[in-house]
């Protein structure tokens, strides 16, 4: 019992684990390949070095994905390691190194047994444990089983602190409080506002709270937003092969099912406010001329069979990808509203023009974490997620919402 827990607390160490691991990795793929050191062959021993590379990669980007409270380190582990294997597939294509398949898939496999069994035994280890200064509901944030919060019996002494602090900063301390926190800051123990973990561990800001949170924090970086617009398009362009082709499937089936136009095009609400117009494969029959705008839960009987198949795996959101060539949307950012509902929904729900700060996006964080909205009540608990993606926006945010999109894709969460 004692080995077990010795063997755990070394794994803890991230140094110590990705080193045996990548021993692991390379041996066992070795032993696999059936060769002596003596007669192993040049493709081989490329492969291992490309083993080596992308064990690192792996290592290097699963914490940037997983470093949000709300999500699972283990749901990542395949996507990440199936990505990371096919970028390095396509950079041996490019420069026609010589490699042996069979090694490549053993390492593979190895690779994500090693690393899913590695965060299964971590698990306890990586969570973030917090010292509390008792001034809030402790039990909300323990309740969310993704961080630890212990609390502090006054007097308060430095040398109890094994992790960072969380206090609600809003809220009366006494003056031997105030002076702890200094205390903490000046010797780099992190010090979190109670509100902050729970906005980390909910996913979403809290529009009750916005005007605490500097305006500027929704600013998107510039920077980052030129590089998003270049790589979402490249994503787009490289998988036009395949999804050209459904799209012309698509557009012929629902041709064949039902009289009308394959495509549904309507005015939406963008970035700024500006109206722009987006591209969908109708999934309904005609709407009747004037009829008022409604939520797609209560059209629900004009959608076809196949605008319920095509609904069901967001087939019918690929036109969009020409709206993100356009500049209009990206592919990751808040889903864009009719006009109607924009104005509506600015007069009920508070902060709610905040959202269009950034592009309207194909597919975003509201839509993997909460599914779809179609009332107020849920279109404010959407602007929550939608305001915490903006502020928390980010290259690795934003290739979690890809991971978190797929697996959506293939469940069919949130579709209408």
Not at 2 to 16: G, I, Q, W
Not at 258 to 286: C, D, H, W
Request: charged residues 20%; contains cysteine; positive net charge.
């Amino acid at each position: 019992m004692n080995s077990v827990k010795a063997f755990k607390t070394l794994l803890s160490n991230s140094y110590v684990c990705h080193s045996l691991g990548l021993v692991v990795v390379v041996y066992l793929t070795y032993l696999f390949s059936g060769y002596s050191v003596k007669a192993i062959p040049n493709t081989v021993v490329n492969t291992l070095w490309l083993l080596v590379v992308c064990y690192f990669c792996i290592s290097a980007v699963l914490p940037k994905i997983a470093s949000y409270l709300l999500v699972e380190r283990k749901y990542y582990i395949l996507p990440v390691i199936i990505s990371v294997f096919i970028f390095t597939m396509s950079i041996v294509f490019m420069t026609r190194i010589d490699y042996s398949r069979s090694a490549l898939l053993y390492g593979a496999i190895i690779s994500f047994v090693w690393f899913y069994l590695t965060a299964l035994i971590r698990q306890e280890s990586q969570r973030l444990v917090l010292f509390a200064i008792p001034n809030f509901d402790i039990r909300s944030l323990n309740q969310k089983g993704k961080v630890r919060v212990i609390e502090l019996k006054a007097p308060y002494d430095i040398s109890n602190i094994k992790g960072s602090l969380v206090v609600d900063l809003h809220r009366n301390l006494s003056p031997e409080a105030e002076k702890f926190i200094a205390d903490c800051s000046l010797n780099n123990i992190a010090v979190f506002h109670a509100e902050s973990i729970r906005e980390m561990l909910e996913g979403k800001v809290q529009t009750k709270h916005l005007m605490e949170n500097a305006i500027g924090s929704l600013q998107p970086n510039p920077l980052y937003m030129t590089f998003k617009r270049i790589w979402e398009s490249f994503i787009i362009i490289v998988t036009f092969p395949i999804t050209l082709l459904i799209m012309a499937i698509t557009a012929i089936l629902i041709k064949l099912e039902n009289p009308g136009p394959a495509m549904f095009i309507q005015e939406r609400v963008g970035q700024g406010g500006k109206l722009f117009r987006i591209y969908k494969f109708r999934s309904m029959t005609i709407k009747e001329a004037g009829a008022e705008d409604k939520f797609a839960t209560a059209e629900q009987a004009r959608v076809t069979r196949v605008g319920k198949f095509i609904r069901k795996f967001r087939i019918d959101e690929l036109p969009q990808f020409f709206n993100v060539l356009k500049g209009d949307m990206a592919l990751i950012g808040p889903r864009p509203e009719q006009d109607s509902f924009v104005r509506q929904f600015e007069q009920e729900i508070p902060f709610y023009g905040y959202r269009h700060m950034v592009k309207p996006g194909i597919t975003g964080w509201a839509q993997v974490v909460q599914g779809y909205a179609d009332d107020t009540e849920s279109t404010s608990e959407k602007l929550a997620h939608d305001l915490y993606y903006i502020k928390n926006l980010s290259f690795w945010l934003d290739i979690n919402i890809v991971f978190k999109t797929i697996r959506t894709m293939l469940t069919g969460f949130g579709a209408q």
